[in-house]
Nanobody
């Protein structure tokens, strides 16, 4: 079992940047697929990106080139660096851990553990 705690959300203007952090209760390297999701009220939770600790990190097409997932294993922390933010990026962002990423990494049902979420608001 692993506990996840997100932080770093806030309000920014379009074009700005934020870095979200997800601190885990134990080292997840090579053990879990770690992913970021986001959700807007009334809509389904959608995958933003995922990493299994290997060289390849997968992203939702609309954030590719703007968002970057990284890990600091010494700190048990997963990051989501978000640059050139757009109003449509406004959402509650969640960190998640699951047994493996795979082709359907964006399916929330694949993940067993979730953080409480951190709100990101981008104004135009």
């Amino acid at each position: 079992q692993v506990q996840l705690t997100e932080s770093g959300g806030g309000s920014v203007q379009a074009g700005g940047s934020l870095r979200l952090s997800c601190t885990t209760s134990k080292n997840t390297d090579n053990t879990y697929c770690m992913a970021w999701f986001r959700q807007v009220p009334g809509k389904e939770r959608e995958g933003v990106g995922a990493s299994d600790g290997g060289p390849v990190t997968t992203y939702k097409s609309s954030v590719r080139g703007r968002f970057t997932i990284s890990k600091d294993n010494a700190k048990n922390t997963l990051y989501l660096q978000m640059n050139n933010l757009k109003p449509e990026d406004t959402a509650m962002y969640y960190c998640a851990a699951g047994p493996w990423c795979g082709r359907n990494w964006y399916d929330p049902a694949r993940y067993n553990y979730w953080g409480q979420g951190t709100q990101v608001t981008v104004s135009s």
